[in-house]
């Protein structure tokens, strides 16, 4: 990305808009650690930090829609998010979108940061849902991304239902051309039986929705912040499922998140099910070094 010409044009103005016109951006510098976005730490005049996210004009959905989670979860009241500073494209050539985020600073971790953490994901998980769903149901008021994925939220009455319907489903049929017959037949088999192998929750949850290790930053309270969430209304079981995919969180989170909501029987049975639509997420974003882990998990519930 050209960042010189796109600095100097409408998010200059953005900031003066924010801010005032005395600011300005004196330094800029990349941040990595991400997977869709370009991520900048913008230094300004008054040594102040601003996070920003790029993106080409076309995907500035993305950022609106991570905006609205980032504003679900913080209704709920119970872990911190980076506030939304502004939403904008850039319109000289360059033709970008961006979002301007509270930069997070990092401190030292409070000493029971994971214990502290499960319990407010847990508060969470037990918030009222109804702001983002008609009462009793699953999905979120609109579809959003996991990823650069589109993610469907339309509202389900069974939290089974929804979860083949708009998660594995269109997952599976982005996946279709890594199978071959056998396979599909067994996909198919398992959609049917989705009902079979899934449990109703005891109560709907606003959900994290991408719940690994990266979108969980230290904040300036030595606090964990969630950042980057894919939301939707759905079985909390699903959010822990995603804490064990890709190296799981120490052993305290998981004993101080059952403290205060206890997991539903046989969970450790529906875990790899809610990780094959991430794992068939990643295979569609990243590629084939992803298939034998879906197949793995395909195997598992339909040998
Ligand atoms: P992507 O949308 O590309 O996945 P992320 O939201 O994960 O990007 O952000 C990329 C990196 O930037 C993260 O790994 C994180 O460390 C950092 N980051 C994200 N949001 C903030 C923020 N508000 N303040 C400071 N750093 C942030």
Request: proline content about 4%.
């Amino acid at each position: 990305m050209q960042t010189n010409t796109f600095f100097s044009t409408s998010l200059e103005k953005t900031l003066v808009s924010i801010l005032g016109n005395s600011v300005k951006i004196i330094d800029i510098n990349r941040i990595t650690g991400g997977d869709i976005n370009d991520a900048f730490e913008l230094t300004l005049n008054d040594g102040s930090q601003l996070f920003m996210k790029c993106n080409k004009k076309d995907n500035i959905s993305f950022f609106h829609t991570e905006a609205a989670g980032l504003k679900a979860i913080a209704q709920t009241n119970t872990i911190r998010t980076p506030h939304i500073l502004s939403i904008g494209t850039e319109d000289s050539s360059v033709g970008c979108s961006f979002m301007l985020l509270e930069f997070i600073k990092e401190k030292r971790r409070i000493s029971n940061y994971w214990e502290t953490f499960a319990h407010q994901l847990a508060a969470m998980h037990q918030a009222p849902i109804e702001n983002f769903v008609p009462a009793g149901s699953y999905g979120f008021m609109e579809n959003n991304y996991i990823g650069a994925s589109p993610q469907i939220n339309s509202a389900h009455q069974s939290w089974t239902s929804f979860f083949r319907d708009c998660r594995l489903e269109p997952q599976l049929k982005a996946a279709e051309h890594y199978f071959h017959a056998n396979d599909l037949k067994k996909f198919i088999r398992l959609l049917d039986q989705t009902d079979y192998f899934l449990k109703e929750p005891e109560h709907p949850s606003l959900l994290h929705g991408d719940l690994w290790s990266g979108n969980v930053i230290t904040g300036n309270d030595g606090r964990a912040w969630l950042i980057d969430p894919a939301v939707y209304v759905g079985h909390a079981e699903a959010d822990i499922a995603m804490t064990e995919l890709f190296g799981r969180f120490p052993q305290t989170f998981y004993e101080a998140y059952q403290e205060v909501s206890p997991l539903q029987p046989e969970y450790e049975r529906r875990r790899d099910l809610y990780n094959l639509y991430h794992l068939l997420n990643h295979l569609n974003l990243f590629g084939a070094a992803y298939l034998a882990s879906v197949k793995r998990i395909l195997g598992k519930y339909i040998p």
